[in-house]
């Protein structure tokens, strides 16, 4: 069965303390890999997509990579503004789970 | 702000009720996806329209029913509801109909009580 689990579920980051978050997947023949950030209530927010390993992207101090098991999010020197639960899914071929699946997340705060 | 649009933005009802929720996707954008999410269960796919033709199943309950009409909206029926069917209802939409490749955008959700 397709699966996307992120660690830690939680994770508590002083201002300016520099982290990772994990994503392994193993989702039969991966088409996309995609990061969402999700603040309470809301929608998620588009990230990343990325699409082979060895793949890198940035957006501020948000840096994700791939590999061909696993997926990080890198947070360089976080702001409380970054606290939110950070989601990670995985666009798999489809079956009976549909065809991106969905951690569960980790929720990330950023204390000043 | 994703573009896309989601009303209610909150539905309070009665167990054995039905339920529609409305979504209108980002201009262009040909596929409609609608998930759930609960505290336990993360976000849960529920079915995928593109461009008016139903594209995917996921775990939907025979009792939740939805199209996508000519107009690209989207409707996503609910009935005979119970408890355990509170819970936030999310649409989101992509230009294409691949789901496994294409970045979806995400509207603000519906919030779901039944009482």
């Known amino acids: 069965e397709d699966q996307v689990t992120q660690s830690p579920e939680a994770l508590r980051l002083q201002e300016g303390e520099s982290s990772s978050l994990n994503c392994s997947y193993t989702v039969s023949g991966l088409r996309g890999l995609f990061w969402y950030r999700q603040d309470p209530g809301k929608g998620p927010e588009f990230l990343f997509t990325l699409y082979s390993a060895g793949e890198e992207k940035e957006k501020e101090r948000l840096k994700a990579t791939l590999t061909k098991k696993e997926s990080f999010l890198h947070i360089t020197a976080p702001k409380p503004e970054d606290s939110a639960t950070y989601l990670c899914?995985?666009?798999?071929?489809?079956?009976?789970?549909?065809?991106?699946?969905f951690g569960k997340g980790t929720k990330l705060s950023v204390k000043p | 702000d994703s573009g896309v649009t989601q009303t209610p933005k909150h539905l309070i009802t009665a167990t054995g009720q039905r339920v529609t929720l409305r979504c209108s996707p980002r201009s262009g954008d040909l596929s409609v996806y609608w998930y759930q999410q609960s505290l336990d269960q993360g976000l849960q796919f529920l079915i995928q329209?593109?461009?008016?033709?139903?594209?995917a199943k996921g775990n939907i309950l025979e009792r939740f029913s939805a199209q996508q009409f000519p107009d690209l909206h989207s409707e996503l029926n609910l009935s005979s509801l119970e408890l355990g069917d509170s819970a936030l209802y999310f649409c989101?939409?992509?230009?294409?109909?691949?789901?496994?490749?294409?970045?979806?955008?995400f509207g603000p959700g519906t919030r779901l009580t039944v009482l």
């Open positions: 989101a939409s992509s230009k294409r109909g691949g789901a496994n490749t294409d970045t979806q955008y």
């Open positions: 899914a995985g666009g798999s071929y489809g079956g009976s789970q549909g065809n991106l699946i």
């Open positions: 329209y593109y461009n008016g033709e139903e594209r």
